[in-house]
C-alpha cells in the first residue's frame, strides 16, 4: 500500500537559515509526487509537484524539491526562509486510481525574525 | 473565478446529534474528494467522487458517516449520532478530471467539535 514518511514533525529556523523537509514514500506505480502547504489559517494550497521529467521541481515562492528515486525520496527546499514560511508542510502521493491522496503526517515549520 | 467553498465554518454539536457539512466544488471540476484533519491522525481520506460513477466510499470511518454529491455539484458529508472523536476539520478538495490535472483544491474546511 501507498505510504508517505515526514521525519520532522517540527522545525524551528531563523530567517536565512535554509531548510530541508524530508519525505520518503512507498509506492508502486508511476510515481507522481506533490507537496502542499497550509498557512496558518488558510487553506492547504499545493506548493509543487512532480509528475515526469525534471527530478528537479521548483514551486511557489522559492521552494524546490528533488525526486531521488533509489532514495524513494521528495525533499522540499528553500535556501534562505522568511518569517512568512511559518506553516505546516505535507508530502503527499496518489492512491490507487488517483482517487485520493495520501498524506504525511505533517511537519510545522516556524520560523523566527 | 471562486474555490472551493464549505458551510459551515466552524460547528459545534453535542455527542449524539447529526450534523451536515456541505462542499461547493470549483465549477467544472468533476472530481470531489472528502478528507478528514485530526490531531494525531494528520490528514485521512474519507471519500471520493468522480463524474457519475460510483463514490469510492473506502475511507469512511464507520457507517455513521455518509455523503452524497446532488447534480455532480454540491456534496454533503453526514455525520450521525457524533462521537467525540469525530471532532475535527473535515476538508473538501475538487479537481478536474485527467492524470495532468490532478491537482486537488482544498476549501477552507468546518471545524467540528462535538461536546
Known amino acids: 500500500a501507498q505510504s508517505v514518511s515526514q521525519h520532522n514533525h517540527h522545525v524551528i529556523l531563523s530567517e536565512a537559515a535554509s531548510l530541508e523537509l524530508g519525505c520518503n514514500y512507498s509506492?508502486?506505480?508511476?510515481?507522481?509526487l506533490f507537496w502542499y502547504v497550509q498557512y496558518p489559517g488558510q487553506h492547504l494550497q499545493l506548493l509543487l509537484k512532480y509528475f515526469s521529467g525534471d527530478p528537479l521541481v521548483k514551486g511557489i515562492k522559492g521552494f524546490e524539491a528533488e525526486f531521488i528515486k533509489s532514495k524513494f525520496s521528495f525533499n522540499l527546499r528553500k535556501p534562505s526562509v522568511q518569517w512568512s514560511d511559518t506553516a505546516e508542510y505535507f508530502c503527499a502521493v496518489p492512491g490507487g486510481g488517483y482517487n485520493k491522496l495520501i498524506f504525511g503526517a505533517g511537519t510545522r515549520l516556524a520560523v523566527h525574525p | 473565478g471562486a474555490g472551493v467553498s464549505q458551510s459551515p465554518s466552524n460547528k459545534v454539536t453535542e455527542k449524539g446529534k447529526d450534523v451536515e457539512l456541505r462542499c461547493d466544488p470549483i465549477?467544472?471540476?468533476?472530481?470531489l474528494y472528502w478528507y478528514r484533519q485530526s490531531l494525531g491522525q494528520g490528514l485521512e481520506f474519507l471519500i471520493y467522487?468522480?463524474?457519475?460513477?460510483?463514490?469510492?466510499k473506502s475511507g469512511l470511518p464507520s457507517d455513521r458517516f455518509s455523503a452524497e454529491r446532488t447534480g455532480g455539484s454540491v456534496s454533503t458529508l453526514t455525520i450521525q449520532r457524533t462521537q467525540q472523536e469525530d471532532s475535527a476539520v473535515y476538508l473538501c478538495?475538487?479537481?478536474?478530471?485527467?492524470?495532468?490535472?490532478?491537482?486537488?483544491?482544498f476549501g477552507p474546511g468546518t471545524r467540528l467539535t462535538v461536546t
Open positions: 465549477s467544472g471540476h468533476t472530481a
Open positions: 467522487f468522480q463524474g457519475n460513477s460510483a463514490p469510492d
Open positions: 509506492y508502486g506505480g508511476t510515481v507522481n
Open positions: 478538495a475538487s479537481s478536474s478530471q485527467g492524470q495532468s490535472s490532478y491537482e486537488q483544491y
